[in-house]
């Protein structure tokens, strides 16, 4: 009975034994392990799982199998293997079947190819990965190249499932593939990613013209055996700077300097002999401004008082200027570098310049005002004893004698005289004999003068427009006796006055340099002058003239109005003759008395209207603005009914016409002469 526990407690061993052994994995088909630790991999048409499996018990890695890793696989091995390498091998088992292993942590994810790729835990850097068959994405940097440009040449390279991307901020390239890919196309983009000697050099040149030169290397550099060689380049021209740019590979530009260095050399002594026709410079001018050109390019003293042809230092100049004014040409002998610099200050000095409408306004207007008032007497007690006032007033001229002689002349104005009776005059004739006199008289006088000087010049260039009258003056009176028939009293000769005259321009002058600035001002300096003559004034020797003159230099905007200066001028004089302590009597002194007024106001303003005109349309319309002005003027004289000239024969300038259309340009037909053919355009 003892032995029966015994019994039972044996038979649950073995029971457990058996359990345990069922439980336990079964070795794997096509596996073996050598005793140093190596396998064997044998498999045939196995299921991908069992080779997973398999994978995981001999390298200890843990794997997560998606649901899509499914099929056969065939693995053949001769000789065991490490586990590393049976992970390698699996790696590439997994690459054929369009699968990837993707570390995850502790874990593994066996996954499709594609979505490896876009998992981020594949891996960043070739390097640092495990297999060559490992999915890794890898930043490529490029320094010499366009990483755009290096996408079309490596797309080829990659598999259907990889991927290259370029950074163009960066430069840089982004590879997602294989590791062992991967690092081939490092390896590619290092080769190609290497400074190049294809450069851009700049060849100066001192004598050759740089246009034609690049003509001639741009022939050569298109030889067939060149191209082929690698060697061909690129030749510009650059015509401000006299240079010669070429782009190429080292050996090509070598032989292009090479070729340059014997074409760019000084031709004979003295140079080329060019003619340079001008257009709107003067020639004559244009000499001495060259000619100091040429001295400081080629580094000697300016041909300052030295003869033609030698500088003043006594060395030849380099360069002979000379001016043909019959063509406004110059004849430039001069090598050809130092040609090149002298046509180019020729170009930029040959310019059409603006020109300036200077417009004066000069307005005067004067109001005077005259009066005369007065009472005189005249007794005559006989014919041998006169006696009674003599005042002399500005208008009357005359004195009271030779009105008692005759009263019809005593003076302007209003005249009212009592006569008393007659006296016998110095012919014996009895005349009126004037007792009193009461004179009154008021003139008023106004004028309004408007003068509109206009001159028209070049920028910079003096002008001057002269209305005026050539006046004699009186500078000088001699007299001189001559003797008849030799003999030395001066009661034998004659008188011989002698006068000189000097003639003056009595008028108006107006005298304008303008200058235009870089905007829209104008610099004027100005001289105008108007002159009139006066009336005669008792006690002048010759004629009086009355000047106004104006000197300044001003600034004013293209098209605006401007007042240069003026006068207000006011005058206002009284004169009074009187008998003494008779005229001091109140109301009675007025008998004795003779009073008269001079009141002369003036007002003077000169004004300057200037307007630049930069072309030829501009300067048409203001020609035919004021051309039509005269002939509006001569069509409404033609008008007039009172002129006994016929109107087809009154003065009239003909019409004009534009290039573009053939009415006139005030769009009216010609009034003048209505029969006759209009006037062709030109």
Same mark, same amino acid.
């Given at each position: 009975?003892? *032995?029966?526990?015994?019994?039972?407690?044996?038979?649950?061993?073995?029971?457990?034994?058996?359990?345990?052994?069922?439980?336990?994995?079964?070795?794997?088909?096509?596996?073996? $392990? /050598?005793?140093?630790?190596?396998?064997?991999?044998?498999?045939?048409?196995?299921?991908?799982?069992?080779?997973?499996?398999?994978?995981?018990?001999?390298?200890?890695?843990?794997?997560?199998?998606?649901?899509?890793?499914?099929?056969?696989?065939?693995?053949?091995?001769?000789?065991?293997?490490?586990?590393?390498?049976?992970?390698?091998?699996?790696?590439?088992?997994? !690459?054929?079947?369009?699968?990837?292993?993707?570390?995850?942590? @502790?874990?593994?994810?066996?996954?499709?190819?594609?979505?490896?790729?876009?998992?981020?835990?594949?891996?960043?850097?070739?390097? $640092?990965?495990?297999?060559?068959?490992?999915?890794?994405?890898?930043?490529?940097?490029?320094?010499?190249?366009?990483?755009?440009?290096?996408?079309?040449?490596?797309?080829?390279?990659?598999?259907?499932?990889?991927?290259?991307?370029?950074?163009?901020?960066?430069?840089?390239?982004?590879?997602?593939?294989?590791?062992? #890919?991967?690092?081939?196309?490092?390896?590619?983009?290092?080769?190609?990613?290497?400074?190049?000697?294809?450069?851009?050099?700049?060849?100066?040149?001192?004598?050759?013209?740089?246009?034609?030169?690049?003509?001639?290397?741009?022939?050569?550099?298109?030889?067939?055996?060149?191209?082929?060689?690698?060697?061909?380049? !690129?030749? *510009?021209?650059?015509?401000?700077?006299?240079?010669?740019?070429?782009?190429?590979?080292?050996?090509?530009?070598?032989?292009?300097?090479?070729?340059?260095?014997?074409?760019?050399?000084?031709?004979?002594?003295?140079?080329?002999?060019?003619?340079?026709?001008?257009?709107?410079?003067?020639?004559?001018?244009?000499?001495?401004?060259?000619?100091?050109?040429?001295?400081?390019?080629?580094?000697?003293?300016?041909?300052?008082?030295?003869?033609?042809?030698?500088?003043?230092?006594?060395?030849?100049?380099?360069?002979?200027?000379?001016?043909?004014?019959?063509?406004?040409?110059?004849?430039?002998?001069?090598?050809?570098?130092?040609?090149?610099?002298?046509?180019?200050?020729? $170009?930029?000095?040959?310019?059409?310049?603006?020109?300036?409408?200077?417009?004066?306004?000069?307005?005067?207007?004067?109001?005077?005002?005259? @009066?005369?008032?007065?009472?005189?007497?005249?007794?005559? =007690?006989?014919?041998?004893?006169?006696?009674?006032?003599?005042?002399?007033?500005?208008?009357?001229?005359?004195?009271?004698?030779?009105?008692?002689?005759?009263? *019809?002349?005593?003076?302007?104005?209003? #005249?009212?005289?009592?006569?008393?009776?007659?006296?016998?005059?110095?012919?014996?004739?009895?005349?009126?004999?004037?007792?009193?006199?009461?004179?009154?008289?008021?003139?008023?006088?106004?004028?309004?003068?408007?003068?509109?000087?206009?001159?028209? /010049?070049?920028? #910079?260039?003096?002008?001057?427009?002269?209305?005026?009258?050539?006046?004699?003056?009186?500078?000088?009176?001699?007299?001189?006796?001559?003797?008849?028939?030799?003999?030395?009293?001066?009661?034998?000769?004659?008188? #011989?006055? *002698?006068?000189?005259?000097?003639?003056?321009?009595?008028?108006?002058?107006?005298?304008?340099?303008?200058?235009?600035?870089?905007?829209?001002?104008?610099?004027?300096?100005?001289?105008?002058?108007?002159?009139?003559?006066?009336?005669?004034?008792?006690?002048?020797?010759?004629?009086?003239?009355?000047?106004?003159?104006?000197?300044?230099?001003?600034?004013?905007?293209?098209?605006?109005?401007?007042?240069? =200066?003026?006068?207000?001028?006011?005058?206002?004089?009284?004169?009074?003759?009187?008998?003494?302590?008779?005229?001091?009597?109140?109301?009675?002194?007025?008998?004795?008395?003779?009073?008269?007024?001079?009141?002369?106001? $003036?007002?003077?303003?000169?004004?300057?209207?200037?307007?630049?005109?930069?072309?030829?349309?501009?300067?048409?319309?203001?020609?035919?603005?004021?051309?039509?002005?005269? !002939?509006?003027?001569?069509?409404?004289?033609?008008?007039?009914?009172?002129?006994?000239?016929?109107?087809?024969?009154?003065?009239?300038?003909?019409?004009?016409?534009?290039?573009?259309?053939?009415?006139?340009?005030?769009?009216?037909?010609?009034?003048?002469?209505?029969?006759?053919?209009?006037?062709?355009? !030109?």
């Amino acid at each position: 009975m003892r *032995f029966l526990p015994l019994a039972f407690a044996l038979l649950a061993a073995l029971h457990g034994a058996a359990a345990l052994a069922q439980a336990a994995p079964e070795p794997q088909p096509g596996h073996a $392990r /050598t005793a140093d630790g190596r396998h064997t991999l044998n498999l045939k048409d196995a299921d991908i799982q069992a080779l997973i499996a398999t994978v995981s018990e001999i390298t200890g890695k843990n794997f997560i199998v998606g649901p899509s890793v499914q099929g056969k696989v065939t693995v053949v091995s001769a000789q065991p293997m490490r586990p590393d390498e049976i992970y390698d091998v699996f790696l590439s088992v997994l !690459r054929v079947h369009g699968l990837a292993a993707v570390p995850s942590g @502790s874990m593994i994810k066996i996954v499709p190819e594609a979505m490896a790729q876009q998992d981020g835990g594949s891996g960043l850097g070739a390097a $640092r990965a495990e297999s060559s068959d490992e999915i890794v994405t890898q930043i490529v940097p490029v320094k010499h190249v366009s990483a755009a440009e290096l996408v079309a040449i490596l797309r080829p390279l990659l598999p259907q499932g990889g991927q290259l991307l370029s950074h163009a901020t960066s430069n840089s390239l982004v590879v997602s593939d294989r590791a062992g #890919n991967v690092k081939r196309l490092v390896d590619i983009v290092q080769r190609i990613d290497t400074v190049s000697d294809a450069q851009v050099e700049v060849v100066p040149l001192r004598h050759a013209n740089a246009s034609e030169l690049a003509r001639t290397l741009t022939s050569l550099a298109d030889d067939k055996t060149a191209q082929a060689n690698g060697d061909a380049s !690129r030749v *510009f021209a650059d015509t401000r700077t006299n240079s010669v740019l070429l782009a190429g590979s080292k050996n090509g530009r070598l032989k292009l300097r090479a070729l340059i260095a014997h074409l760019d050399s000084p031709v004979v002594d003295g140079g080329d002999t060019q003619v340079v026709y001008l257009r709107y410079a003067n020639a004559k001018d244009l000499v001495p401004i060259l000619q100091g050109v040429a001295a400081t390019l080629s580094g000697s003293a300016p041909p300052t008082a030295a003869k033609p042809g030698e500088s003043a230092g006594g060395l030849a100049s380099p360069a002979t200027i000379q001016a043909h004014e019959e063509t406004n040409a110059l004849i430039i002998s001069a090598p050809p570098a130092i040609f090149r610099s002298l046509s180019a200050v020729v $170009r930029q000095l040959d310019i059409r310049r603006s020109q300036v409408l200077i417009e004066a306004v000069i307005a005067e207007v004067a109001d005077q005002t005259a @009066s005369e008032l007065g009472v005189q007497w005249q007794v005559a =007690g006989n014919k041998h004893i006169i006696g009674g006032t003599n005042f002399t007033g500005p208008s009357t001229g005359n004195n009271i004698l030779s009105a008692a002689i005759n009263p *019809f002349g005593v003076g302007n104005g209003f #005249n009212l005289g009592y006569v008393a009776g007659t006296i016998a005059g110095p012919d014996g004739k009895p005349i009126a004999q004037l007792g009193a006199l009461i004179s009154a008289l008021r003139g008023d006088g106004k004028s309004n003068i408007l003068s509109t000087p206009s001159v028209l /010049t070049l920028d #910079n260039q003096e002008a001057q427009i002269k209305v005026a009258q050539e006046v004699p003056f009186l500078t000088g009176q001699y007299t001189t006796n001559a003797s008849l028939g030799g003999g030395n009293t001066p009661s034998n000769g004659i008188t #011989n006055p *002698f006068q000189t005259i000097e003639r003056k321009d009595v008028g108006l002058v107006l005298k304008v340099k303008p200058q235009i600035n870089e905007g829209e001002s104008v610099r004027l300096d100005i001289h105008q002058e108007v002159s009139s003559l006066a009336p005669t004034v008792t006690g002048a020797v010759d004629l009086i003239t009355n000047k106004r003159e104006l000197t300044t230099s001003v600034l004013v905007k293209d098209d605006a109005l401007l007042v240069l =200066g003026g006068l207000i001028d006011n005058q206002l004089k009284d004169n009074v003759q009187k008998v003494p302590a008779l005229g001091d009597i109140p109301l009675l002194g007025n008998l004795f008395r003779y009073r008269s007024n001079d009141h002369q106001k $003036r007002d003077l303003m000169v004004f300057l209207h200037p307007k630049i005109l930069r072309d030829e349309a501009t300067e048409a319309s203001v020609s035919s603005e004021k051309y039509n002005y005269m !002939r509006t003027e001569q069509l409404q004289m033609r008008q007039e009914d009172w002129p006994i000239t016929p109107r087809s024969q009154r003065p009239l300038l003909p019409e004009v016409h534009d290039f573009l259309a053939s009415p006139s340009l005030d769009g009216q037909p010609n009034l003048a002469q209505p029969t006759a053919p209009a006037t062709p355009r !030109r």
